[in-house]
């Protein structure tokens, strides 16, 4: 399975436990640290542990290893590490403190299947135009 098919399967883990403003980062021109950082928002800690270990369940199940996890103890912020693909499971006002799409989304192009809810669009009508 490669990094692409591995973040799909992430995303649609975190769908499937009721992951909120799921976001996939396409980061291989950035850092050679991981292909993709998906960032999700969950509800309590609760719902926090409960994605982390749907999505170790689900990576497991499809023969892939999960390398590492951290935060799960205070559980404001659950880190999910996959290898090609990194998972920050956050509360609301840990992802806004952070603010980890401003820091790791320098126009990154994902392929459609990984984007699932992307941030603010620009209109219809300046997309494409040039200011004059």
Known sequence: MNTTQLS???VKALEDIKGQDILCL???KLTQITDYMIIVTGTSTTH???MAD???KQVKASGQRVVGEEG???AEWILVDLGGVVAHIMLARTRALYSLEDL???DSTLPEAV???P???PSEKTQGKSPE
Do not use: G, I, P
Request: charged letters at 40%.
């Open 8 to 10: 799909v399967l992430a």
């Open 26 to 28: 396409n980061v291989v």
């Open 48 to 50: 926090l542990r409960s």
């Open 54 to 56: 749907e999505l170790s």
């Open 72 to 74: 799960r103890e205070q």
């Open 104 to 106: 790791w989304n320098f």
């Open 115 to 117: 984007e699932r809810k």
């Open 119 to 121: 941030r603010a669009k």
